[in-house]
């Protein structure tokens, strides 16, 4: 009886690990966190500062939206739908006395308006790039940026690129570039 229970508690243990693990890859991508260094250069990158408005798509454990509301002023907020780790974002951002700069919220990235944000960051694949790219489009304001870590949108050509670090910075661009564009 004993070890039964055990079995059964090993294998919810399991099935609970790999959700968390792996749960997210149907919204976009699996949780795989960007180095610190990293999220400074994405940030450092589209010239984060105190008056953006930065949206982390997929947004992890919350480190991109706490180092840009902690060292570059931004607010931030980021978007995540793994509820264990949107409870874990939430504790820091509360420990670091960060509440009134950043929050994270639980939910689908698609289903969300993204109109308020200045800049958006994000480590997906590039499938979920390629069918973000009309909401980015219609939902953010020209002059809007947005930095991808590794994966690209294909027919955009990227502003800025660091190769090194595998980042490229997109500016939406206004109505008459669209049009001479044909995007």
Not at 7 to 36: H, Y
Not at 70 to 87: N, T
Not at 101 to 109: C, H, I, L, T
Request: glycine share 12%; charged share 25%.
């Amino acid at each position: 009886m004993g070890s039964a229970i055990i079995g059964i508690g090993l294998m919810a243990f399991g099935a609970a690990l790999g959700l968390f693990l792996l749960g997210t890859a149907a919204v976009g991508a699996g949780w795989e966190p960007t180095s610190r260094r990293k999220v400074s250069r994405m940030l450092e990158l589209s010239g984060t500062g105190p008056t953006d408005i930065v949206y982390d798509l997929g947004s992890g454990d919350g480190r991109i939206v706490i180092e840009a509301a902690k060292s570059f002023g931004a607010r931030a907020v980021g978007l995540e739908a793994d509820p264990l780790r949107v409870l874990y974002s939430r504790a820091m951002i509360s420990l670091m006395r960060l509440n009134g700069r950043a929050k994270v919220e639980w939910g689908n990235f698609f289903h969300v308006d993204l109109s308020e944000a200045t800049i958006v960051t994000m480590f997906l694949t590039q499938g979920t790039n390629q069918r973000l790219k009309s909401k980015l489009l219609a939902e953010l304001s020209p002059g809007a940026r947005v930095v991808s870590y590794v994966w690209t949108f294909e027919g955009w050509t990227p502003k800025k690129r660091d190769e090194e670090d595998e980042l490229s910075l997109y500016v939406i661009p206004d109505r008459v570039e669209r049009e001479a564009r044909g995007t």
